[in-house]
């Protein structure tokens, strides 16, 4: 085999399609992810925030927590912030209309690692606020595309496996946890309680809960059996990878549907793009499907009436063949990448595996997964204020409160706030966090009112406040039907069992 039959085997020329989805796509979710910071970081972080990154950057080693601003020309302001977020938001602008795209090979590789450093700076210092799976799965799948090259060059076979590698990390990672984890996945009953003590339902998660028992063990199984037996078949040639990657991104648009995870459902849809070539693509809008028969010289399925490639190999066009010197920077790259990944290996198999867990400083390689224990009942942490005469519930963006509002649609955006409500009525409560938001909202700062619902103090500090715990269920269809007969609002939710989590204290002079 000759050098130019080796650059034809290692060139994926059917996959142009996937990558303009992954790069673009990755653009928008870096711009929400900027967005997010920029609105929410200096009142939950900032230098008057609830956990001060000031403070924490004080506190630990450029080793714990890198980060630009730890430059003593570039030392931590919420200005600077903004300014970091601003940059970052250009960047991404710059990939969702395809800029760096239309350079040279190596054009977007400086872009998305820019994005990734900029990035990476936020969530180091973002202590428990950005604790979560999807921000090491954006930082990583940042550091990744964008050696998926411009449009000069055809996407390599190398990139494509590695991110279908990616796609198997987070899928099977997941589906490994749910079955090492809660006795529910196991018996197939925790789809029975998801829906309705999931951390932010959206509209539609009320009907999910209230489908019947067959359904949710039918969800529970299908979701078995696309994270544990699609993931595999990413690796098979096409069209068998284009259907396990279609079936990978139909699961993830359910739970798009069915409540808010920010952008992990987005990233992983976008990834799982990697598996779909340009022929598939071409077949789903309306185009024929080629008659695919096993060519043995490159081990691809291929269309014997044509000479294109319509497969996992594909073999080139002369224009687009891949460059010998940006083929070798791919595959040095890509050795990097797979050396840096054999922890998550390890991890996957093993009995002890851990979740959303970094085994390297730079967040690459790591191991994902969700919900590996399930919640049976939902509590919800209910915040109020006393005008003098009444006590008065302070609503958040997101998070259940009043029992009439239904859910509402968040993602991709992501209301950190919101979410950690979540784990505080978990017990997160206890941690500095919570106790600051008491203080600021007993207080009335305008910062942190910003990122709740309406106030229903007009910005004025109460007189006093106090914090009870509710158990929260959906209202049944005959509660409703009910509610309705008897000329009253119909219940979203009910909720009993009122519990005194902190006693009527008075905040404004602390």
């Known amino acids: 085999m000759d050098l130019s039959q080796v650059v034809a085997l290692l060139t994926a020329g059917d996959y142009t399609i996937s990558r303009e989805i992954i790069q673009r796509g990755f653009g928008v979710l870096f711009l929400i992810a900027f967005a997010s910071a920029f609105n929410q970081f200096p009142a939950l972080l900032g230098k008057r925030g609830l956990t001060p990154a000031p403070r924490f950057i004080a506190l630990t080693s450029a080793r714990q ?155 529970t199984l299908g979701s078995h059996i696309v994270q544990l037996a699609a993931p595999w078949l990413l690796f098979l040639p096409q069209p068998i990878a284009s259907f396990a990657a279609v079936a990978i991104i139909l699961t993830q648009l359910a739970l798009v549907i069915s409540g808010n995870y920010a952008w992990l459902n987005w990233a992983t849809i976008l990834l799982a793009c990697s598996g779909i070539s340009d022929t598939f693509f071409r077949w789903i809008v309306g185009g024929p499907f080629p008659e695919w028969g096993w060519n043995s010289v490159v081990g691809i399925f291929t269309d014997p009436t044509t000479t294109e490639a319509a497969a996992f190999v594909a073999v080139p066009d002369p224009v687009a063949a891949l460059p010998v010197w940006w083929l070798i920077i791919v595959l040095v790259f890509v050795a990097w990448q797979a050396w840096l990944n054999v922890p998550a290996l390890r991890n996957l198999f093993s009995p002890n595996q851990l979740m959303n867990a970094s085994f390297n400083r730079l967040g690459l390689g790591n191991a994902y997964g969700a919900f590996g224990s399930m919640t049976e009942t939902r509590n919800e942490i209910i915040i109020e204020g006393w005008d003098g005469e009444s006590w008065r519930e302070y609503p958040f963006k ?60 007009g910005g004025a500090a109460p007189d006093l406040i106090r914090v009870r715990v509710f158990t929260y269920r959906y209202a049944t269809r005959a509660e409703r039907a009910a509610a309705a007969a008897a000329g009253e609002p119909k219940p979203w939710w009910v909720r009993s069992d009122p519990r005194i989590l902190i006693r009527p204290i008075d905040l404004r002079k602390s």
Not at 77 to 95: E, K, T
Not at 117 to 142: D, T
Not at 411 to 428: I, T
Request: aromatic share 14%; hydrophobic share 50%.
């Open 65 to 219: 927590a890198p980060t630009i601003f730890r430059w003593k020309r570039f030392a931590y302001s919420d200005r600077r912030l903004r300014l970091v977020c601003v940059v970052g938001m250009v960047l991404a602008a710059s990939a969702i209309i395809g800029l760096p795209q239309s350079g040279p090979a190596w054009v977007p590789i400086p872009v998305f690692l820019a994005m990734w450093a900029l990035y990476f700076s936020i969530v180091s210092i973002g202590q428990r606020f950005y604790g979560f799976g999807w921000e090491s799965l954006l930082l990583e799948a940042g550091f990744l595309v964008g050696f998926l090259g411009s449009h000069e060059v055809a996407p390599a076979l190398p990139m494509i496996l590695l991110l279908r590698w990616f796609v198997f990390r987070v899928e099977f990672g997941a589906g490994m946890i749910k079955m090492r984890g809660d006795a529910s996945w196991r018996n197939l009953t925790a789809m029975d309680y998801h829906h309705q003590t999931q951390p932010m339902p959206g509209p539609l998660s009320r009907r999910a809960h209230l489908m019947p028992g067959w359904w949710h063990k039918a969800e």
């Open 398 to 457: 997101g998070k259940p409160g009043d029992v009439l509002r239904r859910g509402p649609v968040v993602a991709p955006y992501h209301l950190r706030l919101d979410w950690l409500m979540w784990f505080a009525a978990l017990g997160d409560y206890r941690q500095t966090w919570f106790t600051e938001l008491l203080r600021a909202i007993g207080s009335g700062d305008a910062q942190i009112r910003r990122l709740m619902g309406p106030d229903p103090f």
